[in-house]
């Protein structure tokens, strides 16, 4: 997991414009980008055992951004949850359902009960689902090339990038 999301802070870091401030492991999520108009919150988890996507898999990553939505209502904030399910298909994104919260706060798990307490009832369901975003990112080998393209198209020696750069930047993060 935390390979994965070093990974997917070293391809930020690459794509982000040049007045992006990124933060790993910030106050907020692994990864956040603020930029002039807004600060994208992401949350990295890697699934490779899991046979398919279930919703019961992002209900702690759910609640705990949620729970940074309902004490910063007013700031400009993209809760991403980028996560990796063999299932799914690489790049799509899906908004959570109403419904679907509505069973995440149904849960009986003992460690999501502080948060479900304090959200259920109180915070704008439709106003968090229009900030949050679950990403289905590439298996970790996937990511791995794209952050090594990347690299080469911000100007780093490809001749290097197996053993020098890219292990270098991931040593880094």
Known sequence: GFIYQ????????????????????????????????KTKAIQCKYHEAKEKFTLSCIYKPVLQMM?????????NIEYRLFAYFPNEELGTTKILEEEEIL????STDKSLKKYIDKLNGSVDINEFRKRF????????DELVNTVQKSLIENGMSESD????????????I
């Open 6 to 37: 070093f990974n997917k802070t070293l391809l930020e870091i690459l794509e982000a414009t040049e007045d992006s401030e990124i933060a790993i492991e910030g106050i907020i999520e692994d990864i956040e980008v603020k930029s002039s108009l």
């Open 67 to 75: 729970d940074h939505y309902y004490e910063n209502q007013e700031s």
């Open 103 to 106: 069973e995440i706060f149904k």
């Open 133 to 140: 975003i679950l990403e289905f990112g590439p298996p970790m």
């Open 161 to 172: 990038i197996d053993t020098l750069i890219y292990p270098n930047a991931i040593q880094m």
